[in-house]
């Protein structure tokens, strides 16, 4: 059973950047679609970045430009790098596998606030 823990979260001024990461267990990491997904208070959850095996990218329009997805398949990572962070922004991300969802992990806090 994979087993996903994120991480990187935290509190960031307007314009700042953070780099989430998500561990995986699982020797089938490699071969898995990723996906990154957030849910704002009050709010559902939202995909908003897909990384394919073989490294393509895909984003939401609400973080195309500002945010890329990234991955380590040695180490069973997916990545998140953020820039030009927006209080809007502020939510727990998640990861998960796209299309064949896992049991979510506890996410990670990132608050976009001056």
């Known amino acids: 059973q994979v087993q996903l823990v994120e991480s990187g979260g935290g509190l960031v001024q307007p314009g700042g950047s953070l780099k989430l990461s998500c561990a995986a267990s699982?020797?089938?990491?490699?071969?898995?679609?990723m996906g990154w997904y957030r849910q704002a208070p009050g709010k559902q959850r939202e995909w908003i970045a897909t990384i394919t095996s073989g490294g393509s990218t895909n984003y939401a329009d609400s973080v195309k430009g500002r945010f890329t997805s990234s991955r380590d398949n040695a180490k069973n990572t997916v990545y998140l790098q953020m820039n030009s962070l927006k209080p809007e922004d502020t939510a727990v991300y998640y990861c998960n596998v796209v299309g064949n969802y896992k049991p979510w992990g506890q996410g990670t806090q990132v608050t976009v606030s001056s």
């Open positions: 699982g020797s089938s990491f490699s071969r898995y679609p």
